[in-house]
T-cell receptor
Framework: DTGVSQDPRHKITKRGQNVTFRCDPISEHNRLYWYRQTLGQGPEFLTY????????KSRLLSDRFSAERPKGSFSTLEIQRTEQGDSAMYLCASSLEGRVQPQHFGDGTRLSIL | GDSVTQMEGPVTLSEEAFLTINCTYT??????LFWYVQYPGEGLQLLLK?????DKGSNKGFEATYRKETTSFHLEKGSVQVSDSAVYFC???????????FGKGTKLTVNP
């Protein structure tokens, strides 16, 4: 069990640029989640996948955000035309199927918009 | 909708002091309840969980009991260490979905 891996750990970019983050879940986990965490707050749900299917998206996920999990393994989260308000920690988690199954989190990607 | 209310921080304690961090919840039905811990610069780690009423979750000296009567899941530790300094989050799955809803977090600082 190598844990959930996220890349990059930090991303600094100028407003208006596109960014893409990658998440590699724990290998046997079929569920993958994305959350966003701003300073001093708890994580907020963005979206989740079961295998390759995106099953739920938050209203926080504007049309500038897109997430994929093409082969049911790793996932990418892309933000187009970044804005200052996108600065946050983006956390990925994975779990086995079932509501009592805990979600295991990666260390996150910290995005800073200049 | 389902929600979690956590005790406001920050909390500062001396080493070996007793810790309580309060968490109350509002939910339809009886969801699983979780405590996560976040060390500086890292993601969240599952600390403990309870899946039904009166269950006690425990790990690393921390405990929390799922209290249906008071809709609470307070985190306790009898003797904190400097290494316990972190932010603690209470969470539950929002009704009918897989997404976790988190409290705002309680920052704990333990001084030697």
């Amino acid at each position: 069990d190598t844990g959930v891996s996220q890349d990059p750990r930090h991303k600094i970019t100028k407003r208006g640029q596109n960014v893409t983050f990658r998440c590699d879940p724990i290998s046997e986990h079929n569920r993958l989640y994305w959350y966003r965490q701003t300073l001093g707050q708890g994580p907020e749900f963005l979206t989740y996948f079961q295998n390759e299917a995106q099953l739920e998206k938050s209203r926080l996920l504007s049309d500038r955000f897109s997430a994929e999990r093409p082969k049911g393994s790793f996932s990418t989260l892309e933000i187009q035309r970044t804005e200052q308000g996108d600065s946050a920690m983006y956390l990925c988690a994975s779990s086995l199927e079932g509501r009592v199954q805990p979600q295991h989190f990666g260390d996150g990607t910290r995005l800073s918009i200049l | 909708g389902d929600s979690v209310t956590q005790m406001e921080g920050p909390v500062t304690l001396s080493e070996e002091a007793f810790l309580t961090i309060n968490c109350t919840y509002t939910a339809t039905g009886y969801p699983s309840l979780f405590w996560y811990v976040q060390y500086p610069g890292e993601g969240l780690q599952l600390l403990l969980k309870a899946t039904k009423a009166d269950d006690k979750g425990s790990n690393k000296g921390f405990e929390a009991t799922y209290r249906k009567e008071t809709t609470s899941f307070h985190l306790e530790k009898g003797s904190v260490q400097v290494s316990d300094s972190a932010v603690y989050f209470c969470a539950l799955p929002q009704g009918g979905s897989e997404k976790l809803v988190f409290g705002k977090g309680t920052k704990l600082t333990v001084n030697p």
